[in-house]
Each structure stands twice: as structure tokens, then as C-alpha cells.
């Protein structure tokens, strides 16, 4: 979530104060490829330490062109626009395909939820320790370590559940020439649209650190209707039905879930 309380804001500011801020660091993740320069509309970077594995990768063999090439022209099911930044223009749709939404936007980074080494209150000034959705046993998600995204909260622009869209459902991020499966997992200001995860921008290459890294553009969300993992936190099956329904929508057919 982008905006947090005033007693959050004031915390943080009292903890900023007092307490040098750590040096931003990296999550987890299996291949070299840290974001050591501002490059385009790549914000600053977020540098690996010395025993960092670095996280951006694929998930699937489906092509980023493939998936891109989907989405090129936007219908409408949105009754207005979002703004990517708070002052920024109102100018970002919502689209609608054959069983999938998507947009096309920036990338802020969510690190609320379960508090860990590189999501917390000194990392992340807007840090919030919960999740809209939770993990199957209640806890709330681990953000530097589950691809995620996040949704407006319904408003008269746009109710995502009207769409098949909730906690838990399968997503398709795309930036550059990466795809990363994610699952809905928060939700954010009714006027916003374009945040997710730590894990996430890790996974495909964005810098992740809360304060300074992100994507100022070039990210495309899609997701898919009425597809939803059980358990929100198991990667590996929103990956498996990333994978299918990707498929499906590359190759002509409607995207359904199961």
C-alpha cells in the first residue's frame, strides 16, 4: 500500500531520526543480475551485497513478445483512469481481453506484510505490517519473497472482483523481455494502479529497494479472471497456472481457470 497512516508516517519519521538507515540490500533469488545503474525508466538502483543471489529470471518458456503482442490495443472496462504517482495524470485504463484485464504502468514497490531483513520500518518509511490477503495458515505475505501485485481497492472506476479479479489471483507481469507469474496479494489507494512486490521487481530485473527503486514505466500487468491459487502463498502453483493460461492467451484462445 502506498499511503500509510499519519501514526506510521510519524513513527517512521521518529525511527529515521534517529537511527542511521541501513544501506538498501537485496533479496533473494538463484542468477547474477543486479540493477547497478539508472538506466531509462529504471529507477536507482538497488545493490546486491557480497553474498546476495541476485533474483531476476523467467518463469515459463511463454515470450515476453508473445504476451506483449496480446496487448497492444486496450478495450476499456474501467470507467475512468488511475494515476501511476500520487500528482501525477490520471491516464491509465484498465483493458479488458478474453478472460484476462491488464494494464500498462510504473512500478512501485510493495514491501508491506510479514516484516523481514529488507521489508520493515527502516527499510521501507511506508512500511504497513499486513497484507490485504493472507497466507493459508493466516500469516500475512512475505513481500521480499512472493511475487505479488497490487490492486486499486474497488471504487466507481474500477471493482476488480466484478472482473473475476481478487486475492489470490494469477498474474502476468511483464517488463523488457521477462515474464513473472504473481498472484494478487494487496490492495492499494481506490486512484493508484502499478505496485508490487519486492520479490517481484527483483525477479524481473527492476531495482527493489522500497524508498528508491521501481520502474518509472514499461510494466504490463495482466491478469487472469477467475483463476486463483488455493494457497496465495505457493508460488509454484500460480507459476504452473500462469504458465497455462499465458499459453492459452498467446495462442488465440480465452484464458480460463479452473
Request: hydrophobic share 40%; aromatic share 6%; glycine share 10%.
Amino acid at each position: 500500500m502506498r499511503v500509510p497512516s499519519l501514526t506510521l508516517v510519524a513513527a517512521s519519521a521518529v525511527l529515521l531520526a534517529s537511527t542511521k538507515p541501513p544501506p538498501a540490500v537485496t533479496p533473494l533469488g538463484p542468477s547474477e543480475e543486479p540493477a547497478a545503474r539508472q538506466d531509462g525508466d529504471v529507477r536507482a538502483a538497488d545493490p546486491l551485497g557480497p553474498s546476495e543471489e541476485p533474483a531476476a529470471r523467467q518463469d515459463g518458456d511463454v515470450r515476453a513478445a508473445d504476451l506483449l503482442a496480446k496487448v497492444r490495443d486496450c478495450t476499456p472496462v474501467s470507467r475512468g483512469r488511475y494515476r501511476s504517482d500520487a500528482g501525477a495524470p490520471a491516464a491509465v485504463p484498465v483493458c479488458g481481453l478474453h478472460g484476462a484485464v491488464f494494464w500498462k504502468a510504473d512500478m512501485d514497490i510493495d514491501c508491506d506484510g510479514r516484516p523481514t531483513a529488507r521489508c520493515n520500518r527502516r527499510t521501507d518509511p511506508q512500511f504497513y505490517p499486513a497484507s490485504t490477503y493472507q497466507q493459508s495458515d493466516g500469516g500475512h505475505l512475505n513481500a521480499e519473497r512472493l511475487p505479488y501485485i497490487v490492486v486499486p481497492a474497488a471504487s466507481r472506476v474500477w471493482n476488480p472482483r466484478a472482473h473475476g479479479v481478487g486475492g489470490g489471483s494469477v498474474a502476468a507481469v511483464v517488463y523488457r523481455d521477462r515474464v513473472q507469474y504473481a498472484v494478487v496479494g494487496d490492495t492499494g489507494p481506490r486512484d493508484l494502479i502499478g505496485e508490487a512486490s519486492y520479490a517481484t521487481a527483483r525477479r524481473l530485473g527492476i531495482p527493489a529497494d522500497p524508498r528508491r527503486g521501481g520502474a518509472r514505466s514499461g510494466v504490463t500487468y495482466i491478469v487472469f479472471k477467475n483463476a486463483r491459487v488455493s494457497a496465495i502463498e505457493d508460488h509454484a502453483a500460480a507459476v504452473a497456472a500462469g504458465e497455462r493460461l499465458a499459453r492459452q492467451l498467446v495462442s488465440g484462445g480465452t484464458a480460463r481457470g479452473r
